[in-house]
Nanobody
Protein backbone atom coordinates (compact mmCIF):
# COMPACT_ATOMS: atom_id res chain seq x y z
CA UNK A 1 0.00 0.00 0.00
CA UNK A 2 1.04 3.55 -0.73
CA UNK A 3 -0.44 6.50 1.11
CA UNK A 4 -0.54 9.89 -0.59
CA UNK A 5 -1.33 13.25 0.96
CA UNK A 6 -1.60 16.38 -1.14
CA UNK A 7 -1.16 19.91 0.15
CA UNK A 8 -0.70 23.45 -1.09
CA UNK A 9 -4.16 24.32 -2.35
CA UNK A 10 -5.86 27.64 -1.79
CA UNK A 11 -6.85 30.76 -3.66
CA UNK A 12 -4.66 32.51 -6.19
CA UNK A 13 -5.23 35.29 -8.68
CA UNK A 14 -5.04 34.76 -12.40
CA UNK A 15 -1.49 35.04 -13.63
CA UNK A 16 -0.13 33.93 -10.29
CA UNK A 17 1.82 30.87 -9.21
CA UNK A 18 1.34 28.05 -6.75
CA UNK A 19 3.19 24.90 -5.79
CA UNK A 20 1.42 21.71 -4.79
CA UNK A 21 3.08 18.94 -2.82
CA UNK A 22 2.29 15.27 -2.41
CA UNK A 23 3.87 13.27 0.38
CA UNK A 24 4.11 9.54 -0.23
CA UNK A 25 4.51 6.89 2.45
CA UNK A 26 4.25 3.14 2.72
CA UNK A 27 5.60 0.91 -0.03
CA UNK A 28 6.71 3.77 -2.22
CA UNK A 29 9.47 1.65 -3.71
CA UNK A 30 6.79 -0.43 -5.41
CA UNK A 31 5.59 2.42 -7.60
CA UNK A 32 7.23 3.28 -10.89
CA UNK A 33 5.70 6.66 -11.44
CA UNK A 34 3.61 9.38 -9.85
CA UNK A 35 1.43 11.97 -11.43
CA UNK A 36 -1.04 14.79 -11.07
CA UNK A 37 -4.63 14.69 -12.23
CA UNK A 38 -7.30 17.32 -11.75
CA UNK A 39 -11.05 17.40 -11.68
CA UNK A 40 -13.06 20.57 -12.14
CA UNK A 41 -16.71 20.80 -11.07
CA UNK A 42 -18.93 18.93 -13.46
CA UNK A 43 -16.02 17.54 -15.45
CA UNK A 44 -14.19 14.25 -15.60
CA UNK A 45 -10.82 13.76 -14.00
CA UNK A 46 -8.08 14.72 -16.44
CA UNK A 47 -4.39 14.07 -16.69
CA UNK A 48 -2.01 16.91 -15.87
CA UNK A 49 1.53 15.52 -15.62
CA UNK A 50 3.52 12.45 -14.65
CA UNK A 51 7.09 11.65 -13.65
CA UNK A 52 9.02 8.44 -13.04
CA UNK A 53 10.77 7.96 -9.72
CA UNK A 54 13.91 6.72 -11.45
CA UNK A 55 15.22 8.89 -14.21
CA UNK A 56 12.63 11.61 -13.79
CA UNK A 57 11.03 11.12 -17.19
CA UNK A 58 8.07 13.49 -17.58
CA UNK A 59 4.92 13.84 -19.66
CA UNK A 60 2.60 16.86 -19.64
CA UNK A 61 -0.89 17.53 -20.85
CA UNK A 62 -0.92 20.05 -23.69
CA UNK A 63 -3.08 22.39 -21.61
CA UNK A 64 -0.32 22.86 -18.99
CA UNK A 65 2.85 22.41 -21.04
CA UNK A 66 5.17 25.35 -20.55
CA UNK A 67 3.29 26.55 -17.46
CA UNK A 68 3.47 23.62 -15.04
CA UNK A 69 6.53 21.69 -13.89
CA UNK A 70 6.39 18.33 -12.15
CA UNK A 71 9.30 17.25 -9.99
CA UNK A 72 10.12 14.82 -7.22
CA UNK A 73 12.43 14.58 -4.25
CA UNK A 74 13.25 10.90 -3.89
CA UNK A 75 14.89 11.36 -0.51
CA UNK A 76 11.72 12.92 0.88
CA UNK A 77 9.31 10.74 -1.11
CA UNK A 78 7.59 13.92 -2.17
CA UNK A 79 6.12 14.99 -5.47
CA UNK A 80 5.68 18.62 -6.51
CA UNK A 81 3.74 20.54 -9.10
CA UNK A 82 4.93 24.09 -9.75
CA UNK A 83 2.18 25.99 -11.51
CA UNK A 84 2.77 29.36 -13.19
CA UNK A 85 0.64 31.67 -15.31
CA UNK A 86 -2.50 30.29 -13.73
CA UNK A 87 -5.90 30.99 -15.22
CA UNK A 88 -9.44 30.29 -13.98
CA UNK A 89 -9.61 27.16 -16.13
CA UNK A 90 -6.98 25.62 -13.85
CA UNK A 91 -9.41 25.68 -10.93
CA UNK A 92 -9.94 22.11 -9.77
CA UNK A 93 -9.24 19.49 -7.17
CA UNK A 94 -5.74 18.19 -7.84
CA UNK A 95 -4.86 14.60 -6.93
CA UNK A 96 -1.55 12.79 -7.01
CA UNK A 97 -1.66 9.09 -7.87
CA UNK A 98 1.09 6.50 -7.83
CA UNK A 99 1.30 3.58 -10.22
CA UNK A 100 3.41 0.74 -11.47
CA UNK A 101 2.69 0.92 -15.17
CA UNK A 102 5.64 1.56 -17.44
CA UNK A 103 3.33 2.07 -20.39
CA UNK A 104 0.06 3.62 -19.24
CA UNK A 105 0.83 7.05 -17.86
CA UNK A 106 -1.83 9.56 -18.89
CA UNK A 107 -5.08 7.89 -17.92
CA UNK A 108 -6.69 7.14 -14.58
CA UNK A 109 -6.43 3.40 -15.10
CA UNK A 110 -2.66 3.52 -15.13
CA UNK A 111 -2.48 4.31 -11.42
CA UNK A 112 -3.09 2.17 -8.38
CA UNK A 113 -3.11 4.56 -5.44
CA UNK A 114 -4.71 7.96 -5.08
CA UNK A 115 -4.64 10.76 -2.55
CA UNK A 116 -7.71 12.66 -1.39
CA UNK A 117 -6.80 15.73 -3.40
CA UNK A 118 -6.27 19.40 -2.70
CA UNK A 119 -8.50 22.17 -3.98
CA UNK A 120 -7.36 25.42 -5.38
CA UNK A 121 -9.19 28.22 -7.08
CA UNK A 122 -7.88 30.76 -9.55
CA UNK A 123 -9.78 34.01 -9.41
CA UNK A 124 -10.07 36.25 -12.44
Amino acid sequence: QVQLVESGGGLVQAGGSLRLSCAASGRTSSSYRMGWFRQAPGKEREFVATITWVGGSTIYADSVKGRFTISRDNAKNTLYLQMNSLNPEDTAVYCCPAGNSRVVATVVGGYDYWGQGTQFTVSS
